[in-house]
């Protein structure tokens, strides 16, 4: 229930992220951010926003521990458009996260994928990757690598 303890507090973060998705790029673009983290439910979940001050956006990250399932549930939402995006859901094994769910994009129905990885007491690593066949093929279109922040 305690997975994401790691990740409580601020965070600098720096971005990369897919210019087009689905076209067979390799052109990224890369943006700092910075994180908080915040506890609740004892460690059954968290609220994360997340501040991008070169594009002028936030994001926000609601995750919640599943009791009876045993697992994680975790939604988006941006600045942008205020909408909660459906969430990944999974678990963490060998001190890897991987969460998956339903999404769309441009109108299309995709698999949505989240990797949390590398976690070190100050350090870690989160991908998101999306596929439009169903779990088939994936493409990885955006990387956070997380650095605790200094207080």
């Given at each position: 229930?305690?997975?994401?303890?790691?990740?409580?507090?601020?965070?600098?973060?720096?971005?990369?992220?897919?210019?087009?998705?689905?076209?067979?790029?390799?052109?990224?673009?890369?943006?700092?951010?910075?994180?908080?983290?915040?506890?609740?439910?004892?460690?059954?979940?968290?609220?994360?926003?997340?501040?991008?001050?070169?594009?002028?956006?936030?994001?926000?990250?609601?995750?919640?521990?599943?009791?009876?399932?045993?697992?994680?549930?975790?939604?988006?939402?941006?600045?942008?458009?205020?909408?909660?995006?459906?969430?990944?859901?999974?678990t963490f094994v060998?001190?890897?996260?991987?969460?998956y769910g339903d999404?769309?994009?441009?109108?299309?129905?995709?698999?949505?994928?989240?990797?949390?990885?590398?976690?070190?007491?100050?350090?870690?690593?989160?991908?998101?990757e999306f596929s439009?066949?169903?779990?088939?093929?994936?493409?990885?279109?955006?990387?956070?690598?997380?650095?605790?922040?200094?207080?």
């Amino acid at each position: 229930m305690n997975d994401f303890d790691f990740f409580i507090g601020s965070w600098n973060v720096v971005n990369r992220r897919l210019a087009t998705l689905f076209a067979g790029s390799d052109d990224w673009n890369e943006f700092p951010g910075a994180s908080i983290c915040r506890s609740i439910f004892d460690g059954g979940g968290n609220t994360e926003e997340i501040i991008f001050p070169t594009l002028g956006s936030r994001g926000f990250t609601l995750r919640l521990f599943d009791v009876e399932r045993e697992q994680w549930s975790i939604y988006w939402a941006n600045s942008r458009s205020g909408v909660l995006f459906p969430p990944v859901v999974g678990t963490f094994v060998d001190g890897r996260g991987d969460f998956y769910g339903d999404d769309t994009h441009e109108g299309r129905p995709i698999r949505a994928h989240f990797i949390w990885s590398e976690i070190t007491p100050t350090s870690a690593r989160w991908e998101q990757e999306f596929s439009a066949d169903g779990g088939r093929t994936w493409e990885s279109n955006w990387i956070m690598e997380f650095t605790r922040a200094v207080t």
